[in-house]
């Protein structure tokens, strides 16, 4: 009741957990305090029937497994790999996460429920293969004053963002042109973070590079320094069959 009077946006719950397994759990760090919540997971019906196998006291390992466990920050919830975004978070998730790609649909559609395997599919690639980049979704029937906002004219309507900005997606919409597009345009290496103008250079000379694009800034998080961040991931120019490298100092 605090909570609420507060408009805080934690929710309270308890969950009878006798015979319950296969249940997928996610950690949750809130401040300084650990939590452990069930957030967006399925259980299986095995354990649930009278007389089946399963017991309170048998060691739940699906729920150990180190791939299952996820982090959540108490306001946005995880369908498998996807993130789930509506109008309040969606804003929070775009600036702080540094790609993301955001699947606007409508439950109704046909041509949502044909990709929805293919988007969980790709989330999953990405994330075990380590990709800096996080695909999420919005129910645009559940958020239509959002969906306008981003120009939503059908569906599915996918909107890359990388640094808080949103970008152009020009990948396709099968697995793997997905997810060979978002790891690219994902990739650790597309600028080199030289810490003085001497180690930019001895970088430059190790790759024997003609040309360069470098960077200087204040602080690696400052709108000019995302910009520069971007474009780099965004370039595929190449001279003499090499890619131009962007050094930022």
Known sequence: ????????????????????????????????????????????????????????????????????LREWDGEVAWDEDVLVLNGRNFEMVTESLPHVLVEFYAPWCG?????????????SHLRMEGVNAVLAKVDATSDPVLAREMGVAGFPSLHWFAY????????GRRND????????????????????????????LSVNASEAVIGRF????????????????????????????YVMV
């Not at 949103?166 to 990948?171: F, L």
């Not at 998080?221 to 131009?244: C, P, Q, Y």
């Open 1 to 68: 009741e605090n909570l609420r009077m507060g408009k805080m946006h934690p929710t309270l719950a308890s969950v009878g957990g006798t015979g319950v397994r296969s249940c997928r759990i996610r950690t949750v760090l809130s401040g300084w305090v650990v939590l452990l919540v069930l957030a967006a997971f399925t259980c299986s019906a095995k354990g649930l029937e009278a007389g089946s196998e399963g017991s309170a006291n048998e060691e739940h390992e699906p729920w150990r497994r180190e791939d299952m």
């Open 218 to 245: 204040l602080s690696e998080h400052s709108r000019e320094a995302k910009t520069f961040l971007t474009v780099a991931e965004e370039d595929n120019i190449r001279v003499g069959g090499r890619t131009i490298p």
């Open 164 to 171: 808080g900005e949103e970008r152009e997606y020009e990948g």
């Open 111 to 123: 041509h949502c429920k044909k990709f929805e395997p293919i988007y969980q599919r790709a989330a």
């Open 177 to 204: 042109s997905l997810v060979e597009w978002v790891t690219y345009h994902a990739r650790s290496d597309a600028v080199y973070k030289a810490r003085s103008a001497s180690e930019a250079e001895d970088f430059l």
